[in-house]
């Protein structure tokens, strides 16, 4: 059974630029959600994605945007890159109906500068 | 809105002594509480859930819907069980969780 694989691991941007960060779910799962977790925070909600539709979404601008992959793999995507952007992003799979049984990713470390 | 609060950023506790981890949740529905906790060098995990009533690693919590508290408790404290630990909410039958700050717990010998 594979885990969460979240790609890249550190990223650094500049103010204004646009990212993209990549997730590949558990096998298995068929729903994938995205938090950030800025320093000293918890994770906060950012969206989910169920067959291939945002299924709720945080307190987030549009400026974030995902994408779900027929084999549920996920893309979150930020454009007009913020100082604030900076943190950790986590990618969490799961069984949709099932929230408990998310598997969370290593994250990936964007540093805006 | 819902909110977890957890107010304790750090707790140290010495190795065998008992352990208690606040957490107090804001939410007027019927709340689904869960303890998740990130060891050093490793991705976050679910540690227990207040549905299952069940122990984990020495570890439970209850909840508590008068004080809207889902406090994590351990009789004796050892040091593997040093991590960051984070109460969530999980409202509405959705999938989406909100999370405490964290609380830092060392364990010292």
């Known amino acids: 059974e594979t885990g969460v694989t979240q790609s890249p691991t550190h990223l650094i941007k500049t103010r204004g630029q646009q990212v993209t960060l990549r997730c590949s779910s558990q096998s298995g799962h068929n729903t994938v959600s995205w938090y950030q977790q800025a320093l000293g925070q918890g994770p906060q909600f950012i969206f989910q994605y169920y067959r291939e539709e945002e299924n709720g979404r945080g307190n987030f601008p549009p400026r974030f945007s995902g994408l779900q992959f027929p084999n549920y793999s996920s893309e979150l995507n930020v454009n007009a890159l913020e100082l604030d952007d900076s943190a950790l992003y986590l990618c969490?799979?799961?069984?949709?109906?099932?929230?408990?049984?998310?598997?969370f990713g290593s994250g990936t470390r964007l540093t805006v500068v | 809105a819902q909110r977890v609060t957890q107010p304790e950023k750090l707790l140290s506790v010495f190795k065998g002594a008992p352990v208690e981890l606040k957490c107090n949740y804001s939410?007027?529905?019927?709340?689904?509480l869960f303890w998740y906790v990130q060891y050093s060098r490793q991705r976050l995990q679910l540690l227990l859930r207040h549905i299952s009533r069940e122990s984990i690693k020495g570890f439970t919590a209850d909840l508590n819907k008068g004080e809207t508290s889902f406090h994590l408790k351990k009789p004796f404290a050892q040091e593997e069980d040093s991590a960051m630990y984070y109460c969530?909410?999980?409202?509405?039958?959705?999938?989406?969780?909100?999370f405490g700050t964290g609380t830092q717990l060392k364990v010292e010998l």
């Open positions: 969490a799979s799961s069984l949709q109906g099932q929230g408990y049984g998310y598997t």
């Open positions: 939410y007027s529905g019927s709340p689904e």
């Open positions: 969530a909410l999980r409202t509405g039958g959705g999938n989406k969780l909100t």
